[in-house]
């Protein structure tokens, strides 16, 4: 978990936000224990800025990965992942621990499954 939570730490510093000034890391792990980090990228044109959650997770997928067993956010004081971020990670992960962190290191733990208690998914495509 230190390993996770301290590259989510790092990636912050990776982040580009020139707009908001809200710089988010994020790591995520695969079930095979490696750990690939994102941070959020934002764009003038604000819709098409990327979450750092979103930015882990889909480079991870792009590396071949499919399967998760954790993931870390960090900001500076502790924020939770947005909506979509929520969505996007029950779809590629399911229930899994998600740690919130600070600058400093763990704020809470929480899960996917406690923050989008009532995912949409493919069993509703039906």
Known sequence: MNELINKAIQMIDRSRAPYSNYKVGAAVETVDGNIIGGCNVENASYPLSNCAERTALFTAVAE????????????ENGGAPCGACRQVIWELCGD???????ENGLDHETTSG???PEPFDESKLT
């Open 64 to 75: 071949g990965y499919s399967q998760f067993k954790a993931m870390a956010v960090s900001t």
């Open 96 to 102: 899994i621990p998600i740690y919130i962190c600070n």
């Open 114 to 116: 406690t923050l989008l």
